[in-house]
């Protein structure tokens, strides 16, 4: 009897521990990369793909087959979050390239997780704008290819407030007839990015006292806001039950889609430049066919079809270039040119500083 | 274990019953708790997961004013919402229960109904509910009632409505199944004796509901303490709970140990409260 129970008992041990212990295997740092063999059949090739719900042409599968024969499969994924976890959780979590914003391919890369690109399997990299080759968080674009940038503004409904904003502070310190109508993103980086510019910070400050300044400004911003919402605040001022929110430029759009009086700016204190990436990881079996995607989305005609699609803006200069003027005028920020778009500051890792961040959101949306 | 003794072949017979039972708890409880103390001792990596040294760094971080702040919270709203569940429960309930057997069937089954459709679904239809252009204030202003909408979404108490409306069904189902129980003559043997209805229902019937009570309570509790979507759907992203910790913690700190400091204190609260559950329903049913 004794015996049975301490067996079981000692068993129950030995697999915590296991498991305990696979929890905590470290990731290795070297970064990998090797030349991609070009005579790879890349059509036996399947690639698992995971990008952001709706920022895809809905046909996307069916084109890559027909254009370079390798069958993908697409999943989505709601934000930035969701993917680091898949990516992070396991040495191979099967996906072979994933769509992310640019700070967090670095944060991939420092950890080991990207394959470095041959770039010799990328040719198309050529039709990038060249400064796009200069953006911080990758220069050189040895691990990952742009996809989509943008900044971040106020979103807004022309017809619905009584003057044009201009600033973060419309946003921070508002009017009191807006009092109520206002939303800011919730996810923490762009939660700080206001208070940050209209302080004259960094947004990529580490600095304890800007931080503590930045605090006291958004716990003061809380009562004015009708909420944090970072997905569906476009609806919110379709209804009209915001009339003024923090925004990135391509989710503007899809308010003006439904209402022309819903407007988009970048205020005086200066924004962010963000860019959304592929990346291959280092733990795909697929790595040719991977190339030969990311340079088929990087084609010019291919790239501006994405532009068209997702109403977000492509640093694809070869496409850029084909895009209809008619976009331009329904949805102004679709004409951004790169100089004014790099005057947005890039947003970058912070490492094991991140935390700083997350706790600044957490003393602000719970106070 | 087979108390006093007992043959050694129906003591073997005991384990090999309770084994099932323990794989799951060994597998789904055991293992999972371990591993969320063991993680809270040690240090972040800088890329998500965990690595050396170990320390106790977190539990003194976990203490800061603003964390201690989201734990009362989460305890008070999760407490207001079991309290709200169990006032529209126990007469649902009670109501039910008097009902004949058909019947009794058809509500029971209304209930559940609409536990078929996703949780999110339902969370969605009360911002359509809710918010200042959606149809209560619409309503609410055509007949002239106001002339401002009333702010209903967004707030705590939106948060506290959401997850009621959720976790009702399990208020409701252990308090009837208690008193389905319950033999009907007793009431009637109260009424008969002179009681008026609000002592019968004092004295006769809560005291017989009361493990369903109890336990609907911990049932309606423990899913709100840890609910992290709806204080961010319907709560706006203002109101914050101890959920929203763990994940913020885990998906977007990458600080897996802090996570699961905040995860492990989840745990601690509900240890102590179904102990307290199980102390309180263990007196009531030897006074019963």
């Known amino acids: ?134 953006l911080a968080y990758d220069q050189g674009n040895n691990y990952s290819a742009p996809y989509a940038w943008g900044t971040t503004g106020i979103c807004y409904r022309s017809d619905l407030v009584d003057f044009t904003p201009d600033s973060w502070n419309d946003l921070l310190n508002p009017k009191d007839s807006i009092k109520g109508k206002t939303t800011m993103l919730a996810t923490e980086r762009w939660l700080a990015l206001p208070a940050m510019k209209l302080l004259g910070y960094s947004m990529n ?46 989710w503007c759009n899809y308010g003006t889609a439904e209402n022309p009086a819903i407007k988009f700016v970048i205020p005086k204190e200066g924004s962010d430049l963000w860019a959304d990436t592929m990346v291959i990881l280092s733990s795909s079996k697929n790595k040719e066919a991977a190339h030969a995607f990311i340079n088929y989305i990087l084609q010019a005609d291919v790239h501006a079809w994405v532009a068209n699609n997702i109403l977000y803006k492509v640093p694809n200069k070869a496409a850029t270039e084909t895009l209809d003027p008619a976009l331009v005028t329904s949805y102004p920020n679709m004409g951004l040119t790169p100089a004014e778009l790099l005057k947005g500051e890039v947003v970058l890792d912070l490492g094991t500083d991140s935390k700083l961040y997350t706790d600044l959101a957490t003393a602000v949306t719970s106070s | 274990m087979v108390k006093n003794g007992g043959s050694k072949t129906s003591r073997h017979l005991g384990w090999a019953w309770a084994s099932p039972g323990l794989v799951f708890l060994t597998l789904f409880a055991a293992i999972p708790v371990l591993s969320m103390l063991f993680m809270s001792v040690l240090t972040a990596g800088r890329f998500g997961g965990v690595t050396t040294p170990i320390n106790f760094n977190n539990f003194a971080r976990a203490t800061d004013p603003v964390f201690v702040q989201v734990i009362i919270n989460s305890l008070l709203i999760a407490g207001a919402t079991a309290f709200l569940s169990l006032l529209i429960g126990f007469p649902t309930a009670l109501f039910i ?148 910790l763990v994940r913020d913690q885990f998906l977007k700190a990458r600080d897996w140990p802090f996570g699961a400091t905040f995860a492990l204190i989840l745990a601690l609260i509900l240890i102590v409260l179904i102990s307290i559950q199980s102390y309180v329903s263990k007196r009531v049913n030897v006074n019963a």
């Not at chain 1, 391919?105 to 200069?134: C, H, R």
């Not at chain 2, 002239?144 to 959401?162: F, N, Q, R």
């Open chain 1, 205 to 250: 400050t580490t600095n304890a006292d800007e931080i503590a300044k930045a605090k006291a400004q958004l716990v003061k911003t809380k009562p004015t806001l009708l909420a944090y919402d970072d997905t569906a605040y476009y609806t919110k001022l379709i209804s009209g039950e915001a009339v003024l929110s923090e925004s990135w430029d391509g």
């Open chain 2, 97 to 244: 229960s008097r009902l004949s057997r058909k019947w009794q069937v058809i509500m029971i089954v209304a209930i559940i109904l609409p536990y078929w459709t996703n949780f999110l679904v339902r969370t969605y239809a009360w911002l359509v509910l809710l918010n200042n252009e959606g149809i209560i204030n619409k309503f609410l202003r055509n007949i002239g009632l106001i002339d401002k909408p009333i702010e209903m979404l967004y707030t705590p108490a939106a948060v506290i409505v959401g997850m009621t409306y959720l976790y009702l069904p399990l208020m409701i189902l252990p308090i009837y199944a208690a008193l389905e129980k319950v033999d009907k003559n007793l009431t009637e043997a109260a009424f008969d004796l002179g009681s008026s209805a609000w002592k019968s229902l004092r004295t006769v019937s809560i005291p017989l509901a009361m493990p369903g009570i109890l336990i609907g309570f911990i049932f309606v509790f423990v899913p709100s303490l840890g609910n992290f979507v709806v204080p961010e759907l319907l709560g706006g992203g203002k109101t914050v709970m101890i959920g929203n």
């Open chain 1, 1 to 134: 009897m004794a015996t049975v129970r301490n067996f079981k008992f000692s068993a129950a041990v030995v697999a915590a521990a296991a498991l305990l212990l696979s929890a905590c295997g470290g990731s290795s740092d070297s970064a990998s990369s090797a030349a991609v063999d070009p005579d790879v059949d890349i059509t036996t090739q399947k690639l698992v793909i995971s990008n952001w719900a709706g920022y895809y042409p809905e046909d996307l599968a069916a084109k890559v087959k027909e254009a370079i024969g390798v069958d993908i499969t697409i999943t989505n994924h709601a934000n930035n979050e969701e993917i680091m976890g898949k990516l992070t959780a396991s040495d191979d979590s099967g996906i072979d390239i994933a769509f992310v914003s640019g700070q967090y391919a670095q944060a991939l890369a420092s950890g080991g997780k990207l394959f470095n690109f041959d770039k010799a399997a990328i040719p198309n990299l050529a039709n990038l704008y060249p400064e796009v080759a200069d």
